[in-house]
């Protein structure tokens, strides 16, 4: 802009100075004048077009810090989320940890449970296998009239023998008759093969009361015949005392109706009940696994 002044100027005070010129001087000082009148304007074209590329460059460059700064407020807000996100991860894991924990402990407790389990389920067939055995042995030596009189069963794994009154007693009394030698005989081969069960013998009588001397009643009864046979067992048949336990029921267990005389006779009778040892099974029980409470 000053240069585009400046050049008349400078012409006019040329001819000033010098008064009067040649047409020749003339001529060069308008072609001079001319060529700098265009490039003067070429000059003022360029500062105008630098002006607008200043003016664009300065809008691009705010566009530029905003758009930077606007990435920076993304960038944080992606930074916040991320560690959110990371708490929210970690908690989950150590949640998803101590989870894995208890369910690796609640397996390993049904594990134990299962086998606990198996070893009962083992031990009860096995029980039940020896007392099918005892009593198809028991039953298979019976003669026809002693499998009249005499009942064999096997309950819940426990085998009943049921001999009726007459065929073991004298009548009203405790007293062992002679009938009763050979079947017991047989009972007691099959109670000293199987060594590892316990035997109880159980008298059990009808409602009548008993009138005998030094019985007061059908407790006394009861418990004086199983006790003949628990001793007949020990000293006639060499059955180990400490496996043997009497027991008298009285009129207190019956199994038919004390109303007919069928009935009395059914429930007078002393049963011989064969389990396998207590312990054996208190052993498994001890072995059960303990639960955690905490």
Known sequence: ?????????????CLLLTGCVTKKQYTELQSNYDRL??????LQKNYNDSQVKLAAAGATNKSLEERLAEAQKTNQDLREAYNSLKGSLDQS????????????????????????IKQLVEAKDKSDSL????????????????KDEVD??????????SLADNMLYKSGSYEINERAGETLSK?????????????LVEGNTDTDPISRPNIRNNWDLSTLRASSVVQALQNDYGVDPKRLTAAGRGEYNPIASNDTALGKQRNRRTQIIITPKLDQFMD????????DDK
Do not use: C, H, W
């Open 1 to 13: 802009m000053k240069r585009s002044i400046l050049l008349p100027a400078l012409v006019g005070g």
């Open 37 to 42: 009148r265009t490039e003067n304007g070429d």
């Open 93 to 116: 894991l150590a949640q998803n940890s101590q989870g894995n924990i208890n369910i690796s402990k609640l397996v390993d407790e049904i594990n134990a449970s299962n086998k606990f």
């Open 131 to 146: 007392n099918m055995a005892l009593t198809n042995k028991l039953t298979r030596s019976l003669t026809t009239s002693e």
């Open 152 to 161: 064999v069963q096997v309950i819940k794994g426990v085998v009943y023998i």
């Open 187 to 199: 009972i007691a081969k099959i109670i000293t093969d199987y060594k590892d069960y316990d035997v």
């Open 284 to 291: 498994l029980i001890d072995q059960a696994p303990e639960s």
